[in-house]
């Protein structure tokens, strides 16, 4: 059965259906249980840090954290409405993009145009990986092992760069 067939049900996974506030419930709790984990991790700068809403010190400029019931997906994402200074901070990131892939020891993708969900022109540099599901919480420790590194790896990253972005404050 889909979620077509039957619009009360939101998900179903291996026979097993999800109400829509059961899927919020799962999701948040997902959430709640990986920054439970990350709370005892310091930053690179040796500061407490909310890992789940990672704080940029940018308007415009946010690290997230997605997993859906497919995918799971961490990104760099610049929402600065303004199609040129977007651009600027793209470039910068492109200038430091050494530096970056150094620190993240892996290739992630880089769109200068990307169109998010609701349709919005951004920026945006990111890594996923598929067959994965924030519904299953057999997942949950795969998903943990996807997201720390990386997350962490950007926060080293960003304690290095951020001076750079300081124009754009």
Known sequence: MTAKVCPILYFCQKKVLY??????????????????YMSVV???????VNWVNYKTGIKTLYFRLEATNKTAS???????PDDAIRQ???DQFKELKNVFSSTVAEDWEWDEVYYDEN???TARISTSIAKISVFN???????????KPRIIALDEFWSMAKYSFDIFK
């Open 88 to 90: 600027l901070m793209f």
């Open 137 to 147: 919480k057999e997942h949950w420790p795969n998903l943990i092992s996807f997201f």
């Open 119 to 121: 349709g919005k022109k």
């Open 42 to 48: 310091p930053s690179a700068d040796y500061e407490k």
């Open 74 to 80: 961490i990104y760099i994402e610049i929402t600065h």
């Open 19 to 36: 109400s829509k506030e059961e899927a919020k419930r799962l999701k948040e709790n997902f959430w709640t249980t990986f920054g439970q």
